[in-house]
């Protein structure tokens, strides 16, 4: 295994909820690093680039819609393979299929709206981690 990085967001229903803490807990219990961290508003324009993988899908305006409806956070995770643990502990895309005790189980209504977002690879978390922090915005984490 190896050390990796992956893009989480906390999407606007979770925060909306008030559980950014307790999100922010889970992902320090099971061993993750916060490397990198902002809230933000996304723009139409910031939306729609983000999530352009799936601009031909009949939900595309509704996600959209929802990631812009109200203020996110987004953070940077390191940990030995990041980005599997990170999908495994925010549980399926539709929250009735999410196993108990994921974050999507736990805090997500909807697969419209089902509070986080991981990157799904290596090659995305890259992509994804680019398109919201510049490489001077990661803090090494060494001490
Ligand atoms: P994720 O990687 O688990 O977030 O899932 P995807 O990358 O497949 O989809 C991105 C986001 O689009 C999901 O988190 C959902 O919020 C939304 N989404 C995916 N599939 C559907 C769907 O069939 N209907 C609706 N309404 N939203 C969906
Ligand atoms: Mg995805």
């Known amino acids: 295994m190896a050390l990796e ?3 989480s967001i906390i999407k606007p229903d979770a925060v909306g909820k008030n559980v950014i803490g307790a999100i922010y807990n889970r ?3 099971a061993g993750f690093r916060i490397v990198a961290a902002k809230m933000m508003h996304l723009s139409t324009e910031q939306a729609e680039g983000f999530y352009a993988e799936h601009k031909e899908r009949p939900f595309f305006r509704a996600l959209v819609d929802f990631m812009t409806s109200g203020p996110i956070m987004v953070q940077v995770l390191e940990g030995e393979d990041a980005v599997k643990r990170h999908r495994d502990i925010m549980g399926a ?3 009735t299929d999410a196993l108990a005790g994921t974050l999507r189980a736990d805090y997500a209504v909807s697969i ?3 509070a986080v ?3 799904d690879a290596l090659e995305s978390a890259a ?3 680019a398109y919201f922090f510049t ?3 990661l803090c090494a984490r060494t001490r």
């Open 117 to 119: 977002h991981g990157s």
């Open 127 to 129: 992509r994804e981690i």
């Open 112 to 114: 419209d709206e089902n």
């Open 93 to 95: 895309t539709n929250p």
């Open 5 to 7: 990085r992956t893009l």
């Open 135 to 137: 490489e001077e915005e």
């Open 27 to 29: 992902f320090e219990t």
